[in-house]
């Protein structure tokens, strides 16, 4: 069970190492049911990801108002294109734009609610074969094409990052992926999860998305 107590104290680590940075910690909570959403709001998160439509917004739907209407929610899951309707206008981010395709659809739905939608575009840094995203060479015609599409709003790159311990890897693909938010001029960059977070901070991350380290007990 997430308890509280357990959220309190991970997080208070976790904050020791974010000391003050620009950094924004977005509690994953696709494993955990509403009463963890709950703790970890109570906590002093009010930042929350998660990665099935259809169960997210039937879970966030369930929670109180308060929490509901005070916290910011972001889409971090592969988005296929008839699951976009679901996601849209509800969701305040959505971290994983993996095609032109996708985002054109995003966009038709947001034009239908008549809203604008915040992005992420979601860049395969590794070019791994089992991760989705659009490779770094691809970036500068994804942002002009969806730059035409007024009812969408890029904020910045999300990247998942190879799981692996080598630290210098790590921190080359980081460090590739600022560079790149540098370059287009870009707001946030979305990368570093549990395993990783501290050396994503170090290398620039705006957005860490944290689920394990926070919600289980060490």
Do not use: W
């Amino acid at each position: 069970m997430c308890t509280y107590d357990t959220i309190c104290k991970n997080l208070d680590r976790v904050m020791k190492i974010v000391d003050g940075k620009n950094v924004r910690i977005v509690a994953v909570t696709k494993y955990y049911d509403t009463n963890a959403i709950k703790n970890a709001y109570l906590a002093g998160l009010r930042n929350f990801g998660e990665s099935r439509a259809l169960e997210a917004v039937e879970k966030i739907n369930r929670l109180d108002d308060e929490i509901r209407q005070k916290s910011t929610y972001h889409f971090i899951g592969h988005l296929q294109t008839n699951k976009v309707k679901h996601v849209v206008g509800f969701f305040d981010y959505i971290h994983s734009v993996d095609s032109l395709k996708v985002a054109k659809e995003i966009a038709k739905c947001a034009a239908e609610k008549k809203i604008v939608q915040k992005i992420l575009v979601q860049v395969n840094m590794a070019n791994e074969e089992s991760k989705f995203g659009i490779a770094p060479s691809q970036i500068h015609n994804m942002i002009e094409e969806i730059s035409k599409l007024n009812s969408l709003k890029i904020e910045g790159l999300m990247n998942i990052a190879p799981l692996t311990q080598d630290e210098e890897m790590l921190r080359k693909f980081f460090s590739q992926m600022r560079e790149l938010k540098e370059k287009f001029n870009l707001k946030e960059l979305s990368m570093g999860m549990s395993n990783d977070y501290k050396i994503a901070i170090e290398e620039g991350a705006t957005i860490i998305r944290l689920g394990r380290i926070l919600f289980q007990n060490s």
